[in-house]
């Protein structure tokens, strides 16, 4: 079993940043794929980034990129998500989620944490 726990999401102007945390517990998940997604109100969830276990591999959505940076310290069992550059429309619930089917790209994502709120003011 695992727990995942998210952090660092709140309230920041347009063109602030924010640094996201996954943090896991109950088993180590430095073999796996870990991904964030994020729900706006209304909205259906969407995927924002993912990284492979080895950090080699990297994948965000085409809205992100180049303002966000997905990493990890397996060290420490945690997955960061460093948002630059923040636009109104990146409001959302963060959350992470681990993939637990080793393929790329990640298809099926088992544990899941709470979520964190992210709100971006004009």
């Known amino acids: 079993q695992v727990q995942l726990v998210e952090s660092g999401g709140g309230l920041v102007q347009a063109g602030g940043s924010l640094r996201l945390s996954c943090a896991a517990s109950?088993?180590?998940?430095?073999?796996?794929?870990v991904a964030w997604f994020r729900q706006a109100p209304g909205k259906e969830r969407e995927f924002v980034s993912a990284?492979?276990?080895?950090?080699?591999?990297?994948s965000y959505r085409d809205s992100v990129k180049g303002r966000f940076t997905i990493s990890r310290d397996n060290g420490k069992n945690t997955v960061y998500l460093q948002m630059n550059s923040l636009k109104p429309e990146d409001t959302a619930v963060y959350y992470c989620?681990?993939?637990?089917?080793?393929?790329?790209?990640?298809?099926?994502?088992?544990?899941w944490g709470q979520g964190t709120q992210v709100t971006v003011s004009s």
């Open positions: 989620a681990l993939d637990t089917s080793r393929n790329w790209p990640p298809n099926r994502y088992d544990y």
């Open positions: 109950g088993r180590t998940f430095s073999t796996n794929t």
């Open positions: 990284i492979s276990w080895s950090s080699i591999t990297t």
